[in-house]
T-cell receptor, first 113, second 115 residues
């Protein structure tokens, strides 16, 4: 199932710099997109979401951008902090399909001090 | 802050045995989900549950799986006869209402190992 894809399995960034995580999707029915952060041995923690009627949503250091025509979204973390080191999952849902989440494969972010 | 809880955190079982994984969703949430993540793979949807019945289930959720909300707080996933390939992290999630878009909140997971 490749409906949601995160092409970069890992990302290394210096503390204080910007982290940019990318996600692509193929299903045109998706209308809600979420980013989750996951530490080892823990469940996914909700970070930020965006509806398909918007192209940007910001919450503190986290901003999600949505490009519907390209079926692409990205998460920007500015400035990156060592505590941001985790695996980040992109997920998508379709209101017409029961809102179950379809996840990408995750991007492991390492923020170096 | 309210959170989804899951027990046990780890479960080791023999192939063919029954296991029950337990979840306590956030108290005012009405929709409940189970997902799983096999090591090295994506998080996959298993089943959604609303108003005491299954709303949707994936191909993975075959006759060996069942869900139940036996009381006002617990939400359980039962695997009747476990197989080696059932080894995975199992995550419970809940959401408040069936709004057009509403965030799902996840529990910490149960790591199931079938030997």
């Amino acid at each position: 199932d490749q409906q949601v894809k995160q092409n970069s399995p890992s990302l290394s960034v210096q503390e204080g710099r910007i982290s940019i995580l990318n996600c692509d999707y193929t299903n045109s029915m998706f209308d809600y997109f979420l980013w989750y952060k996951k530490y080892p041995a823990e469940g996914p923690t909700f970070l930020i979401s965006i509806s398909s009627i918007k192209d940007k949503n910001e919450d503190g250091r986290f901003t999600v951008f949505l490009n519907k025509s390209a079926k692409h979204l990205s998460l920007h973390i500015v400035p990156s902090q060592p505590g941001d080191s985790a695996v980040y999952f992109c997920a998508a849902s379709a209101s017409a399909a029961g809102n179950k989440l379809t996840f990408g494969g995750g991007t492991r972010v390492l923020v170096k001090p | 802050e309210p959170e989804v809880t899951q027990t046990p955190s780890h479960q080791v079982t023999q192939m063919g045995q029954e296991v029950i994984l337990r979840c306590v969703p956030i108290s005012n949430h009405l929709y409940f989900y189970w997902y799983r993540q096999i090591l090295g793979q994506k998080v996959e949807f298993l089943v959604s549950f609303y108003n005491n019945e299954i709303s949707e289930k994936s191909e993975i959720f075959d006759d060996q799986f069942s869900v139940e909300r036996p009381d006002g707080s617990n939400f359980t996933l039962k695997i009747r006869s476990t197989k080696l390939e059932d080894s995975a992290m199992y995550f419970c999630a809940s959401r408040k209402i069936l709004a057009v878009q509403e965030t799902q909140y996840f529990g910490p997971g149960t790591r199931l190992l079938v030997l």
